[in-house]
């Protein structure tokens, strides 16, 4: 059976989507870009604050699901531009200690038009 997770700690799906989903002990969660919850807004102009916020994010969805980041199995990382992956690796690193397996890849275009998106895959 799937258990849906939904917060209000994080954006709301933008469409026909869950922000996670729980299958099997596990959490898969929808990618997150950097919208602030509390006010809807893309949050930040640099990859830096956008990073913070989508990782910020991915935390609330965790949390929602009875998990947290060390529990983070496998992450997905989409960036506009791939000259910010430096930047991007400083700020995820704070969150994914525990060194989850990564993809990381640039993309054309982002919902919003936003810098990165993280989505992840954990176990409860």
Same mark, same amino acid.
């Given at each position: 059976?799937?258990? $849906? +997770?939904?917060? /209000?700690?994080? %954006?709301?799906?933008i469409?026909?989507?869950?922000q @996670?989903?729980?299958?099997?002990?596990?959490?898969?969660?929808? @990618?997150?870009? %950097?919208?602030? %919850?509390?006010?809807?807004?893309?949050? @930040?102009? /640099?990859?830096?604050?956008?990073?913070?916020?989508? #990782?910020?994010?991915?935390?609330?969805?965790?949390?929602?699901?009875?998990? /947290?980041?060390?529990? +983070?199995?496998?992450?997905? #990382?989409?960036?506009? /531009?791939? @000259?910010?992956?430096? =930047?991007?690796?400083?700020?995820?690193? $704070?969150?994914?200690?525990?060194? %989850? =397996?990564?993809?990381?890849?640039? +993309? $054309?275009?982002?919902? $919003?038009?936003?810098?990165?998106?993280?989505?992840?895959?954990?176990?409860?």
């Amino acid at each position: 059976m799937l258990q $849906k +997770v939904s917060t /209000d700690k994080a %954006p709301a799906a933008i469409g026909p989507y869950s922000q @996670g989903i729980i299958a099997n002990h596990m959490l898969f969660a929808s @990618g997150q870009i %950097p919208i602030n %919850p509390a006010t809807g807004e893309i949050e @930040g102009t /640099d990859i830096t604050a956008q990073a913070e916020q989508a #990782c910020k994010n991915v935390g609330e969805i965790l949390k929602a699901a009875g998990t /947290d980041y060390a529990n +983070v199995v496998k992450t997905s #990382c989409f960036l506009a /531009d791939m @000259g910010d992956f430096a =930047a991007f690796n400083e700020v995820y690193a $704070k969150y994914f200690t525990e060194k %989850p =397996a990564r993809s990381c890849v640039a +993309v $054309k275009t982002l919902p $919003k038009n936003v810098l990165c998106e993280v989505e992840v895959i954990a176990t409860l």
